[in-house]
């Protein structure tokens, strides 16, 4: 119910913008798939307090769902306005990348792909 919550409010502050950003996103997945690239699973939606900034729990959350997941392939999307490093650091590799524009703002969307249980 909360991805619902958060995904309509999106919308409504985004506007049109938001069926270009899925659209990407979509493309982009399609792609990795005419690639080979298998998928098990989507993390829709990783957040901590951000009263708890950098005390580790975005990185417990990850690291219980991965020994839940062990070798499934899971997938995320974010992007250049999020903290994508997060997942660069953690062994998530950028399988997919798209460039959009919003008016004259760039824009650049990511998609993730990890096996769970490799090392980093």
Do not use: W
Request: charged share 30%.
């Amino acid at each position: 119910m909360y991805v619902k919550l958060f995904e309509l409010v999106m919308q409504l502050i985004v506007g049109k913008d938001a069926n270009e950003y899925d659209q990407a996103n979509q493309a982009m997945l399609t792609e990795y798939k005419k690639q080979g690239g298998s998928i098990d699973g989507e993390i829709k939606f990783l957040a901590a307090d951000p009263i708890l900034k950098d005390q580790g729990i975005g990185s417990q959350l990850l690291a219980e769902f991965e020994h839940r997941a062990k070798k499934k392939t899971i997938y995320l999307y974010t992007d250049s306005n999020c903290t994508y490093q997060f997942y660069d650091y953690r062994g998530f590799k950028r399988v997919g990348q798209r460039q959009l524009d919003f008016d004259k703002d760039f824009f650049e969307c990511y998609l993730y792909a990890k096996v769970c249980g490799q090392a980093n």
